[in-house]
């Protein structure tokens, strides 16, 4: 088996775990949070927390190319970071963060390539998480 990277993730603002254990995607918890598409739909998008997934479902329709907007479901605060915004299609960065340290941010267009996981510093978070799992 490979070993896959999973992430852990929390609220930046309430830091409560947005962690879904009864929705699994490639056996592992999603990430669970609110969305809001341009049409004035909501509704709830569940990403894969491993590391390089593209995966994820979501009860609503985001049309290809739409920017969707993130809330956290505890709190209800948007996601969106201030000031940054995805370097390939100029879109708002959506950012939660990791337990294991630093920020996990995606793209908010929906079809955008960096509409996935990322840490801002790979290495280091590899690293911590190597250290705190074992791996080697
Ligand atoms: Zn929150
Ligand atoms: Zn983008």
């Excluded at 491993?50 to 505890?74: L, Q, R, S, W």
């Excluded at 940054?84 to 340290?101: K, L, R, T």
């Excluded at 079809?111 to 510093?121: D, L, R, S």
């Amino acid at each position: 088996m490979p070993k896959v990277v999973s992430l852990n993730v929390n609220c930046p603002h309430c830091n409560k775990s947005l962690m879904d254990d009864k929705h699994l995607i490639n056996n592992r918890s999603s990430i669970k949070v609110l969305i809001e598409v341009a049409t004035g739909q909501k509704g709830s998008i569940w990403l894969s927390s491993i590391y390089g997934d593209y995966n994820y479902t979501c009860d609503v329709k985001i049309p290809e190319g739409e920017i969707a907007i993130f809330h956290c479901p505890h709190c209800q605060n948007n996601l969106k970071r201030k000031k940054i915004e995805c370097d390939i299609c100029h879109a708002p960065i959506v950012s939660f963060n990791c337990s294991i340290g630093g920020h996990v941010s995606i793209c908010s267009r929906n079809g955008c390539k960096n509409h996935y996981i990322v840490f801002e510093n790979v290495d280091t978070a590899i690293r911590k998480f190597y250290d705190e799992y074992g791996y080697h």
